[in-house]
């Protein structure tokens, strides 16, 4: 037996079976099936599917990128240093992959699926700027798959207990991506 193989595609209306995505978290679940092609069409993100290649257009992990802006403030200290009070930046703002790619420690999908949304953001930061990748890790479970990533939590330096915002300077993602 072959191991199927996959793509990324931006999503498109009737183009993709989103009704068979499950992540295991019905709030991921119910964003692709009934407001990820609103958000796209809105232009308040961009929506990248990963797509099994067997004819079947299933839908197996997806993510979404939109920009944002940063109070300075807000951030861990040497990230703010030398920022504008406004800080440029790329919101990561769904990240989710299907039960059956998790835990394939040997593929790695879920980090799979961060690099790809990394280099697809470190591509529009490279054309139209920004400083800064934000995450919200929306609990706590995923709070260190994102800081195994590289990503950092104000929490400790400004006391703020249980934050789930999470941050990573575009230059670090272009290094970690080989750019």
Known sequence: MTNPS????KLAPGKYDLGAF???????NDWLKKSALGAVSAGTCAVYVLVRDDGTSAVMGYFSI??????????????GRGAPQAVPGWLLGKLALHVDLQGNAEESWGSRLLIAALEKIVAVADDGGGKVIVVDADNEGLLGFYLRHDFQSVSAELSVEGSLR?????????KAIGR
């Open 166 to 174: 999470l941050f990573m300077k575009v230059s670090t993602a272009r």
């Open 6 to 9: 996959y793509h990324l595609s």
């Open 22 to 28: 499950d992540c295991g978290e019905q709030t991921y």
């Open 66 to 79: 939109g920009p944002t802006q940063v109070v300075r403030d807000d951030l861990p200290t040497k990230m």
